[in-house]
């Protein structure tokens, strides 16, 4: 039991709930003091992430960065899960691509992470659990969710979400990644490096480099490949993991996600 413990350690889930301040539409539309507790069905957002999380064979520690401290305290199930060690808290830093660098920086280096956003209300723990499962077995340094575009449509019929295109399809992303090694930790640096520069095109060119960009832009490369040339820009592999669950790939980014999200809880 112990031998297999340590060759499949749990994940530690790492949530990012931070805000994108009092204007963020989703909060504003719902009358929440920020995204992560807004209301779906009735339960705020992000209670919906940890109960998955919680209930996955897969994860041991949960941690969480944000909302911040003033909005945490209008939750008391979150400051109770937090009291109960249920649930580490860390204040969010100033973007995404810095909160999770800086929670990654709390997790021990052998330890695999699972990386996934408050917004992601309609996860569940199978979802959970085929993603990490599958993680482990690619053997990769960093893992990606994803979902095909077709797929979505198939069972979301009128949703729009954004997809990226390949040479073999569209692929809609699921907020979910798994760091599987101490190298997977380059790419939150990485983030980080291509998120400070986001105004500035040619800056993220020289940091993205030309090959990958035009392979996108021109269709030219497989999703696989397309990571696979990343990968070795950072000096890691990066797998691509397709999940069988359409609404993986469904966040409440804006209201119009709020209510499609409230729609598919009425009928599961």
């Known amino acids: 039991m112990n031998e297999q413990r340590d060759s499949n350690p749990e994940y530690t889930a790492v949530v990012l709930a931070g805000d994108r301040g009092p204007q963020d539409p989703v909060a ?12 779906v069905a009735g339960r705020p957002m992000i209670l919906r992430v940890l109960a998955a999380l919680g209930q996955s064979a897969e994860v041991g520690k949960i941690v969480l960065s944000g909302p911040v401290r003033p909005h945490l305290e209008q939750s008391p199930p979150l400051l109770e899960g937090i009291d109960a060690d249920r649930w580490t808290w860390l204040a969010p ?30 996860l569940r723990h199978e979802i959970v659990d085929f993603f990490c499962a599958a993680a482990r077995r690619e053997g990769c340094d960093l893992a990606v969710a994803f979902v095909t575009h077709q797929q979505v449509m198939s069972a979301f019929p009128g949703m729009r979400r954004t997809a990226s295109r390949f040479r073999d399809g569209a692929f809609c ?3 979910l990644f798994a760091f599987m090694s101490p190298e997977a930790r380059k790419a939150a640096d990485f983030w980080c490096r291509v998120e400070h520069q986001r105004k500035h095109p040619w800056r993220m060119i020289r940091i993205l480099g030309w090959r990958p960009l035009m392979g996108y832009l021109m269709r030219r490369l497989t999703l696989e490949a397309t990571l696979e040339t990343l990968g070795q820009r950072l000096g890691i592999r990066i797998c691509p993991i397709l999940l069988p669950f359409p609404e993986a790939a469904v966040d409440v980014d804006k209201p119009a996600d709020h209510e499609a999200v409230e729609r598919i809880l009425e009928t599961i």
Do not use: F, I, M
């Not at 504003?28 to 209301?39: D, E, F, H, M, Q």
């Open 93 to 122: 830093a100033a973007t995404p691509s810095t909160s999770a660098y800086a929670a990654l920086e709390t997790v021990p280096e052998q330890t695999p992470v699972l990386l996934t956003t408050a917004d992601h209300a309609l």
């Open 173 to 175: 992303g699921c907020n």
């Open 28 to 39: 504003v539309a719902t009358g929440a003091s920020c995204k992560a507790l807004s209301p």
